[in-house]
T-cell receptor, first 112, second 114 residues
Framework: SQQGEEDPQALSIQEGENATMNCSYK?????LQWYRQNSGRGLVHLIL?????REKHSGRLRVTLDTSKKSSSLLITASRAADTASYFC????????????FGGGTRVLVKP | GAVVSQHPSWVICKSGTSVKIECRSL??????MFWYRQFPKQSLMLMAT?????????EQGVEKDKFLINHASLTLSTLTVTSAHPEDSSFYIC??????????FGQGTRLTVV
C-alpha cells in the first residue's frame, strides 16, 4: 500500500518558474527520497533526506522534511522544459520492513 | 552511481505464454532486489523482494506462482510472468540498493499481453 500522498497530482508551469510539490506520509521513517521518472522509463534518484535532517539542496533542487508534520516538499527552481517528468517521493522506515514505499507522484509539465 | 540493467525494455507476448524479465546489477553485488509494477499514470507498487540464495518475499495480494522470482547470483534477479494474460500487461521495474541509501532502478520493462 502507498504510504505517501503527493500533491498536486499534476502541475503545469512556464519555463523559468519554480515548481513545488508536497509529500505526506503516515508512519515514522528512516529517510525520505525523491525520484524522477520520465515517461516509460525507470526512476532516477534525486535526493535522500534522513529523518534527522531538515533541508537538503542539490543544484536547482531543494528538499525539506518536517517530521512533526510527516511531510516533505521538493522545490525545483528556474524550471526547464527538460524537467518535465513525474516526481515521486518514497519513504523508508521500519513499519514497512525498511522497504521503499512510494507516493502517488506529481506529473510536472514545463512549457517552453 | 551504480547501474542496474533491466532487459528486455519491452516485450509483446501471446496470452498463455510465459515471459522472463532480467535485472542485473552491473557494478555492485545486490543481495536484495525489488520488483515493482506500475500501471499508466500511477505509482510504483512493490510486488516482491528478491533475496539472493533464498525464496522471494511477496507482498500481500501478489501471486507467487504467477510471478516467479529467482535470485541465483549476487548480480542477477529474474521475474517470470507465467501464463500471462492481458491483465498482466503493465510496466515492471526492478531496483537494488542498501538500507538507508538511494535505490538504483532498472530501465523498466513494458509488457503487453495480446
Amino acid at each position: 500500500s502507498q504510504q505517501g500522498e503527493e500533491d498536486p497530482q499534476a502541475l503545469s508551469i512556464q519555463e523559468g518558474e519554480n515548481a513545488t510539490m508536497n509529500c505526506s506520509y503516515k508512519t515514522s521513517i528512516n529517510n525520505l527520497q525523491w525520484y524522477r521518472q520520465n515517461s516509460g522509463r525507470g526512476l532516477v534518484h534525486l535526493i535522500l533526506i534522513r529523518s534527522n535532517e531538515r533541508e537538503k539542496h542539490s543544484g536547482r533542487l531543494r528538499v525539506t522534511l518536517d517530521t512533526s508534520k510527516k511531510s516533505s516538499s521538493l522545490l525545483i527552481t528556474a524550471s526547464r522544459a527538460a524537467d518535465t517528468a513525474s516526481y515521486f517521493c518514497a519513504t523508508e522506515g521500519r513499519a514497512a520492513g525498511n522497504k521503499l514505499t512510494f507516493g502517488g507522484g506529481t506529473r510536472v509539465l514545463v512549457k517552453p | 552511481g551504480a547501474v542496474v540493467s533491466q532487459h528486455p525494455s519491452w516485450v509483446i507476448c501471446k496470452s498463455g505464454t510465459s515471459v522472463k524479465i532480467e535485472c542485473r546489477s552491473l557494478d555492485f553485488q545486490a543481495t536484495t532486489m525489488f520488483w515493482y509494477r506500475q500501471f499508466p499514470k500511477q505509482s510504483l507498487m512493490l510486488m516482491a523482494t528478491s533475496n539472493e540464495g533464498s525464496k522471494a518475499t511477496y507482498e500481500q495480494g501478489v501471486e507467487k506462482d504467477k510471478f516467479l522470482i529467482n535470485h541465483a547470483s549476487l548480480t542477477l534477479s529474474t521475474l517470470t510472468v507465467t501464463s500471462a494474460h492481458p491483465e498482466d500487461s503493465s510496466f515492471y521495474i526492478c531496483s537494488a540498493g542498501s538500507l538507508n541509501t538511494e535505490a538504483f532502478f532498472g530501465q523498466g520493462t513494458r509488457l503487453t499481453v495480446v
